[in-house]
């Protein structure tokens, strides 16, 4: 989300849904704060016995915690405070989110500089770090909203390039080599499994989301950017649906611009269902519409508008799938 105001996010994530029936409240992310507020940074702060320190170059694993994980641990609490203040008696799916294990490891340091995954022991130790700090952090919002149904979302926008061995090295001349796609889904099924059978998004804002690994991997949901999908997905989003798996499809533009009417926002996901020779009657429960990616580059207004829009066009999906 935009700006630095936690109450205010809160707030806003919290009062834009009626109920479970028109959309999921979640636990807002502010990266404009800056360094412990951002994605990394923030999942960083939850590691346990790891910690990270920003150095020029981004993130870097470090000894011991230093005030760049005390400010990231606090800026959670902050936020924790805030969605506790604003879902007193609520009932209902709530929404958290981390960065997964693979772009984690892609884009924090070791002390040599490199990534972590250029290192299998580091990354071994970094997604069995992030498994336990998980374990708590889903502990926490539990106790602080204990009608909730929580959901995990785990942010996975490097995955690709993992599988690919696109990853950069630290002197950007050579790329990391790829990873064995059978340790990416391994690694991701142990960290999915912390939730102990809660539901796990897995989100990815890049091209080819590999549906089918993350299916396998135990993700009950799959957050991608709608606009980046080619037909040759075809085959592996069908399958994910009539595995049961639900897709949450970014439709609406994450910064700000016109929005169009609701079930304009919804066309491509009628026409993507028809293609697939889907039941009709399937869709308001296997699909949600989300945002094409975060709203932090939006204008708070805008960022309003957009989750309001979401609702209104899950609606439209829900009153006329065909």
């Known amino acids: 989300m935009p700006g630095g105001d936690a109450r205010e996010a809160a707030k806003t994530v919290t009062g834009t849904f009626e109920g479970p029936e028109s959309g999921m409240p979640y636990l807002p992310e502010l990266p404009a704060r800056g360094p412990g507020a951002d994605m990394i940074g923030r999942t960083a702060g939850m590691l346990v016995e790891l910690y990270a320190r920003v150095e020029p170059s981004g993130w870097r694993l470090g000894d011991r915690p230093g005030r760049d994980t005390k400010r990231a641990r606090s800026w959670l609490g902050e936020d924790l405070d805030a969605l506790e203040e604003f879902t007193q008696g609520y009932e209902g799916p709530l929404k958290v989110q981390a960065v997964g294990p693979w772009t984690l490891a892609a884009a924090l340091e070791l002390r040599n500089g490199e990534a972590a995954l250029s290192d299998p022991g580091a990354c071994r130790d970094l997604a069995a770090s992030l498994a336990e700090g998980l374990r708590l952090h889903l502990a926490e919002v539990r106790r602080r909203v204990p009608g909730a149904q929580v959901a995990l979302q785990l942010d996975e926008p490097s995955l690709t390039a993992v599988l690919r061995g696109q990853v950069r090295t630290a002197s950007g001349y ?31 804002c890049a ?24 037909e040759r997905d075809d085959e592996v989003i069908g399958e994910a649906v009539e595995s049961g798996t639900r897709l949450l499809a970014g439709v609406v533009p994450g910064t700000d611009g016109r929005l169009s009417d609701p079930a ?19 869709l308001a429960d ?37």
């Open 286 to 322: 296997a699909v949600a519409v989300t945002p094409s990616c975060g709203l932090a580059g939006a204008s708070p207004e805008y960022a309003r508008q957009a989750l309001a829009h979401c609702v209104r066009a899950a609606r439209s999906l829900a009153d006329n799938p065909e």
């Open 174 to 204: 050579r790329t990391h080599r790829a990873v064995d796609r059978q340790i990416v889904e391994a690694t991701l099924r142990d960290v999915v499994g912390v939730h102990d059978g809660g539901p796990v998004v897995v989100h990815s």
């Open 207 to 230: 091209p080819d989301v590999p549906f089918a690994l993350l299916r396998r991997a135990g993700a009950t949901a799959i957050s991608f950017d709608f606009s980046l999908l080619t």
């Open 264 to 282: 304009g926002s919804v066309m491509g996901v009628r026409t993507l269902w028809r293609r697939l020779g889907l039941h009709p009657g399937l």
